[in-house]
């Protein structure tokens, strides 16, 4: 019995282990223009594990940045957005639980019908089911960035990107 254990052993150990699927969806995507003489960078940091998708994203729009969080699901190459919350704006008007100023009057997640896609190794929203990768769609979106630096989400926001893709919200 001795001599068949280190054998079975140093078989296991050897095999590789299961290839995961890719997770198209993952990483940090960034856009950056000029506004006013000064730089505007907008930015999704998503997290997929299997078909879970969660995100945290800043926009600029009327003057202000607005940041949120949201829950999806990735089926046949499309994220689809079900909820959302952060700063009331175009994308939600429901504060995030525990960032709620004293007071607001809608706290927790929203329900929304978004979809993201990819589109030429960029992120698009509206899902490869719109004209996202025809025409000028091509160039639209928001490249792949490496790192997103001082422009990206702060040490809370990672840490809860961390959290819902291992299920929790």
Not at 103 to 118: C, E, P, S, Y
Not at 136 to 159: I, S, W
Request: proline share 6%.
């Amino acid at each position: 019995m001795t001599v068949i254990v280190p054998i079975a052993a140093g078989l296991w150990a050897s095999s590789p282990a299961p290839a995961q699927a890719p997770a198209p969806f993952d990483g940090s995507w960034m856009s950056c223009e000029t506004y006013q003489g000064a730089e505007i960078c907008e930015y999704k940091m998503l997290a997929q594990r299997g078909d879970r998708l969660c995100g945290v994203q800043r926009y600029f729009a009327t003057n202000a940045y607005y940041e949120q969080r949201f829950v999806g699901t990735v089926k046949d190459n499309a994220a689809h957005i079900e909820k959302i919350c952060g700063d009331p704006g175009s994308e939600t008007d429901t504060y995030c639980s525990g960032r709620a100023p004293s007071g607001a009057a809608k706290v927790g997640w929203q329900v929304i019908d978004r979809k993201l896609g990819l589109c030429g190794g960029r992120l698009v929203d509206g899902g490869r089911d719109s004209h996202s990768c025809t025409g000028a769609g091509q160039h639209l979106g928001m490249p792949r960035a490496d790192e997103l630096g001082e422009q990206g989400p702060g040490p809370e926001d990672r840490a809860w990107l961390a959290s819902c893709a291992g299920g929790a919200e």
